[in-house]
């Protein structure tokens, strides 16, 4: 009777048990797919140099804004699915949005698990430097954040996203010996087209809406570069907008994060034209006046229908990357002297010039946009200039004959609410050598006239 009763009392606790361990799995399962709130509470580890998976000291809070702060925050709903599709794992350790970027906290970087050079050398040293050089190869044990449940299993957008490659390199761990302790926010990212204007404005607009997401301001906010591409001319910009920048290449041992984001891929930017379908972009215009307050710009032109201020962006060859020794570009204009001289003529009273950009710093190539009206030129970079027109700006974009032509600044000038047209050569006698165009005076006279009509009405 006692051995039945044993074996009863057996059965009983192992029921227990069972119904015990389904109830730890559900609570796990909701943890890690239910939606966040605006707010979610995460530990915050001792600063001792060293990771613990098991010290918390205090709570902290990390919030996320809807649309505060600004006329244009709530122009979209892009904050709102950002954090209505946040997913949590590794006890809010790491916290992926809309798969598009994610927040991490107590985080260690370690350089020697990512072979590639430093990056940052003078240009000249790294001439005809395959570009894939210039992009690391991560391994497992590059990225350590401590992790006492299961490593996420998530999958950011865009096949060739390298922030798949930051979560294959990803392993948990519960001490490690950092020399160096970064308690600022910082945005880790890896530039593509580094020295073009346009891919260059789209990281910059991403790493501005990550710091407004995180409801961090420019002077609380670093930036981490995760490439090896050696000096470029918008590099300067990088240290302009945010407190400070820096080259993963330069740390030589481990460095230990305590917030640290990475940052959307450029090629996924809500700038970036494969987005031109979308009527608008968040923070656009509050993007702008930030960019122009960084670089201590005044905005203060007025409309003046008499005197328009028009503006010819030239394209001349110039050495930008060691891809290209002999700086040779594409879509030049042929007859500059004689679009200034002919314009000039049809409009005595309008401001007209031309310059080439590309050679002044930042600062006084937004000076002069500031200042510019109308701006006119060819399909390149360049035009991405168009985000710092007066409110009431318009674009002349040139097409040569030749080429593929795509929406890159019609759409911003869709999503600034400015005024546009374009001219295409479509006469294969006005495409010379050294890719040379002739662009039509009469033509770009009339699209002048078309635009002071819609700007002056």
Not at 34 to 61: C, F, H, W, Y
Request: proline letters at 5%; hydrophobic letters at 35%; charged letters at 25%.
């Amino acid at each position: 009777m006692s051995f039945l009763l044993y074996l009863q009392r057996r059965k009983l606790i192992a029921i227990v048990s069972v119904i015990s361990i389904i109830n730890v799995l559900l609570l796990m399962n909701f943890a890690l797919h239910e939606k966040r709130p605006l707010s979610l509470s995460i530990n915050t580890m001792e600063d001792t140099g060293k990771i613990r998976v098991k010290a918390p000291v205090q709570q902290k809070t990390v919030e996320w804004t809807g649309c505060q702060g600004g006329s244009d925050a709530c122009s979209d709903n892009t904050f709102k699915n950002w954090r209505s599709q946040a997913a949590a794992f590794c006890d809010n350790n790491w916290i992926g949005f809309a798969h598009d970027f994610a927040y991490v906290r107590d985080i260690v970087v370690n350089r020697s698990r990512a072979e590639g050079p430093d990056g940052g050398e003078d240009m000249t040293s790294r001439m005809n430097q395959q570009e894939k050089k210039e992009f690391y190869i991560v391994i497992k044990g590059f990225l350590n954040i401590p992790c006492t449940s299961r490593l996420p299993e998530y999958q950011f957008n865009g096949p060739k996203n390298h922030l798949r490659s930051w979560l294959r390199s990803l392993v948990p761990t519960t001490r490690i010996q950092p020399t160096t302790v970064e308690s600022t926010f910082t945005i880790a990212i890896t530039r593509y087209e580094y020295v073009n204007l346009y891919h260059s404005m789209t990281d910059f607009y991403s790493a501005y809406l990550m710091m407004r997401f995180f409801n961090k301001t420019a002077e609380e906010t670093k930036i981490l570069f995760v490439d090896a591409h050696p000096k470029g001319t918008l590099d300067p910009v990088w240290e302009a907008m945010f407190q400070s920048y820096t080259r993963i290449g330069h740390f030589k041992k481990p460095i230990l994060y305590k917030e640290l984001v990475w940052g959307t891929w450029g090629y996924g930017s809500p700038m970036y034209v494969l987005n031109k379908d979308a009527p608008r972009i968040p923070l656009l215009e509050e993007f702008r006046t930030f960019f122009l307050k960084q670089h201590h710009v005044n905005d203060t032109r007025t409309l003046n229908c008499k005197q328009l201020s028009v503006l010819f962006l030239w394209r001349h060859n110039y050495v930008a990357h060691p891809r290209n020794p002999s700086g040779t570009i594409q879509r030049k204009i042929l007859n500059e002297d004689e679009l200034v001289r002919e314009i000039s003529t049809a409009f005595p009273t309008y401001k007209v010039r031309g310059e080439q950009l590309d050679k002044f710093d930042m600062k006084t190539q937004l000076q002069n946009i500031v200042n510019t009206d109308i701006l006119i030129g060819m399909h390149g970079a360049g035009l991405t200039h168009v985000v710092f027109l007066p409110k009431h700006g318009g674009l002349i974009e040139l097409v040569p004959r030749y080429g593929r032509m795509m929406d890159h600044f019609s759409s911003l000038v869709k999503w600034r609410n400015l005024h546009y047209e374009r001219w295409r050569n479509t006469n294969p006698g006005d495409e010379v050598s050294d890719f040379r165009t002739k662009v039509n005076p009469l033509a770009v006279k009339s699209m002048i006239t078309q635009i002071a009509k819609k700007m002056c009405r």
